[in-house]
């Protein structure tokens, strides 16, 4: 795909659920960096004539692909999910493969311009968001833990706010039909390719998220 977007309606009934608990996303992906925009590979969103910006979504999956730059094959991960309470937008939390000390906080994802295997995972019971890439989590200690609060508790179960739409490869703004949604200068359409998009209601295990590389990676 170059410079395109898939946008479904909210007509995907196993995801027009309010009450999830927790989530994980699993896709494989093919991208480089391209030193000016992010690119965004699978969000959950409000219907386009609702949602107000990119990030209330409730879910987005996606990548800094303008940082690093287009000449470092370092692929930057980066998710963040969002809560409803009442119907209305609430809180939420994202988690990055990058600041901090490298190989400690964080771990390093060489996969510019070639296939890689990218799992989200929400724990609503634990309150962690994580990233893995290849079967190994690779995200942010530091961000691991979403909490709200002073003194800070969990943010808890993952919670919309259906109907919800499905978008690839863009984000949710106005030039792709989401009109309360202004366009911002870092965002743009994906050029590059997703595969084997799977969705879950439940957190995923480490065991689960490395038999599923390694089945997905056998062609099964």
Known sequence: MANGYILYPSTISKLNVASWG??????????????????SFFALTQPTNL???WNQGPLNVYAETAHPTATDDTLVL???FHVYSGGNYSVGGDNINDYGVRGTDFQTVHGTNQWVHYVMRY?????????????VRVSNNNFRNRTVGNPAVGIGSFV????????LGAWPNSNVGYTNSAPQSWQGNLTGSIDEIRVWN?????SDISSLYQLELAGR
């Open 22 to 39: 927790s989530v994980t996303v699993s896709l494989w992906i093919k991208v480089d960096n391209n030193g000016s925009t992010a690119t």
């Open 51 to 53: 949602q107000g910006d």
């Open 78 to 80: 980066h998710s963040a």
């Open 123 to 135: 724990d609503g019971t634990q309150s962690n968001i994580d990233l893995y890439a290849d079967g």
């Open 160 to 167: 919309t706010n259906p109907p919800s739409q499905v978008l």
């Open 202 to 206: 439940t957190a995923l295990s480490e």
